[in-house]
């Protein structure tokens, strides 16, 4: 098969002046006839050269084989879809298993509670790096083999997790087997946009998004279900979870990403035409582009993003801060159900079900917010904007400080049990809308840059959630559990305005914003 050394790209560039050195030149022979032929002759063969680069035929009724995003049958698209966001959850339950076997762990190293706490931290810190290096991969090499590379190295440091003889060893796979498996918290958005019309995306990133809450709320009951066994078993149950994820992903993940894609189309067309002047703009980049720098230079994007737009930061600021209250909750149930209503570790555990049920619950009601989606689409004259995706995060802005408040006024020992599991349904619930709601806008406006600006989200979001536990329960304990929940609730109570603020404004601050991207 014809390589990228194979087509006669060089011979061009070795034949024909670049473009720049001719405008250099053209005040010194202006009056220079056959400078002018030549100048002529060299802007012809660059056309000719850009006529042999390769495209996907939108236009045709017949789609190129190697075009995903037409030739794949719509289940087989949504089949991609639960692959990864099943992988993605098993991801982040990882992260929070950690929490109902901590005491084991304290036991068995001999180490306090701010030192076990940092196996959570470090997991989640690993989730918020990971996607500053793997996106840039994933848009120079593809999502397929970004996806396989990242899962195999993220199972490969959970064995260090499970064997480690030292704490330090613990804490070290913890946090590299969160940098790798953080490609499918931040990739995936890219993966999506990949196979799914703009118009038909908005069901499929749903569902995507209950796998960063889900997740969570998962990791705490299954630790739960194995307190009694050894501490290893646990995570010994969640590398066989990820081993399925990885077989998963070889059998049923395919390349996904256009212009690597396009780069098939050109070795198939070179092979066919027996002409190796056919090429992909990505194999111009791969050659001219060394690996190191260009992670170095893209993992500067998500910063950008933080820094020239206000409203991607705002965004990412929100939803690092409801899921830093969920990470917070890992340290703070424990304490509060174990405090105040005298619950076991098991029955802790079950605590947790309360977000889960929240977050099932919501979860249907995205068909009833798509379909409303699709009517704003058609009553604005077809023309889509991504500030139309905003409704989830409208539920998510009331519904969050409203579960909170119950929750908090609820945790009194005369008062049932089941107060504060509703309060914390209702903010599971908000949680939901809130990721819904912005992993939707992102993904629709900055198409261009999904991979990127999902990326700085992670990298927000995780951070914040790897620092809340640190100082969770020592707030609780400090404030009282009734205070200290009052004042995240009136955080959360703050952010109400955002998304209103942004239906109005979005479309003047995307318009200054360098990463939005608009099909329109």
Not at 117 to 143: A, D, H, Q
Not at 445 to 454: H, I, N, P, Q, V
Not at 464 to 477: C, E, I, N, R, W
Request: charged content about 15%; overall charge neutral; some cysteine.
């Amino acid at each position: 098969m014809s390589s990228l050394n194979d087509f006669d790209v060089n011979n061009f560039a070795e034949k024909n002046t670049s473009e720049q050195e001719i405008i250099n030149s053209m005040d010194d022979k202006a009056t220079d006839t056959s400078s002018r032929n030549e100048i002529d002759n060299s802007i012809s063969d660059k056309d000719s050269l850009s006529s042999f680069e390769v495209k996907f035929d939108n236009e045709s009724e017949i789609p190129d084989p190697e075009d995903i995003k037409r030739i794949l049958p719509i289940y087989r698209k949504y089949i991609i879809g639960m692959v990864i966001t099943l992988t993605s959850m098993v991801i982040t339950i990882i992260s929070s298993c950690w929490t109902l076997i901590s005491d084991r762990i304290m036991d068995h190293f001999h180490i306090s509670h701010e030192v076990s706490v940092l196996g959570i931290s470090f997991y989640i810190f690993g989730l918020g790096v990971g996607p500053l290096f793997l996106s840039p991969l994933s848009e120079l090499y593809g999502r397929r083999k970004t996806f396989i590379i990242s899962l195999f190295f993220s199972i490969v440091w959970q064995c260090l997790v499970i064997w480690s003889k030292t704490i330090e060893g613990v804490m070290f796979g913890r946090f590299l087997s969160g940098f790798f498996g953080s490609a499918f918290l931040s990739v995936a958005g890219g993966l999506f946009t990949d196979i799914f019309e703009k118009k038909n995306i908005g069901i499929p990133i749903t569902i995507y998004t209950t796998s960063p809450m889900l997740g969570p709320a998962l990791g705490p009951i299954i630790s739960g279900a194995l307190h009694g066994t050894n501490y290893k078993w646990t995570f010994i149950t969640m590398l066989l979870a990820s081993g399925l994820s990885f077989i998963c992903v070889i059998l049923l993940v395919p390349e996904t990403y256009e212009p690597v894609l396009l780069i098939e189309k050109a070795k198939r067309l070179r092979k066919e035409t027996g002409d190796e002047r056919f090429f992909a703009p990505m194999e111009l980049q791969r050659r001219d582009t060394n690996l190191l720098n260009s992670i170095a230079n893209s993992a500067r994007g998500p910063f950008g993003l933080l820094i020239r737009d206000p409203m991607m930061a705002t965004l990412c600021f929100y939803t690092g801060l409801v899921l830093a209250i969920v990470y917070l909750f890992f340290v703070a149930f424990p304490y509060i159900f174990e405090t105040i209503y005298e619950f076991g570790a098991v029955e802790v555990g079950c605590a947790y079900v309360g977000l889960l049920v929240g977050i099932l619950l919501a979860s249907p009601t995205s068909f009833i917010i798509q379909k409303h989606y699709e009517k704003k689409v058609a009553d604005n004259n077809g023309i889509s904007t991504p500030e139309m995706r905003f409704e989830a995060l409208y539920y998510g802005a009331f519904l969050t400080p409203i579960g909170l408040m119950i929750f908090c006024w609820t945790c009194y020992r005369k008062v049932h049990w089941i107060g504060p599991i509703i309060g914390s349904s209702i903010f599971g619930s908000g949680v939901f809308y809130v990721f819904t709601g912005v992993f939707s806008y992102t993904v629709d406006g900055y198409r261009k840059f999904s991979a990127t600006a999902m990326a700085c989200n992670s990298f927000v979001r995780s951070t914040m959630s790897a620092v809340f536990p640190l100082f969770g329960l020592q707030m609780y304990k400090g404030m009282g559990v009734n205070w200290a929940g009052f004042l995240i609730a009136c955080i959360t109570t703050a952010m109400i305005p955002v998304p209103f603020l942004f239906e109005k404004y979005g479309a003047k601050l995307r318009a200054k914003s360098p990463y939005a991207w608009d099909d329109n």
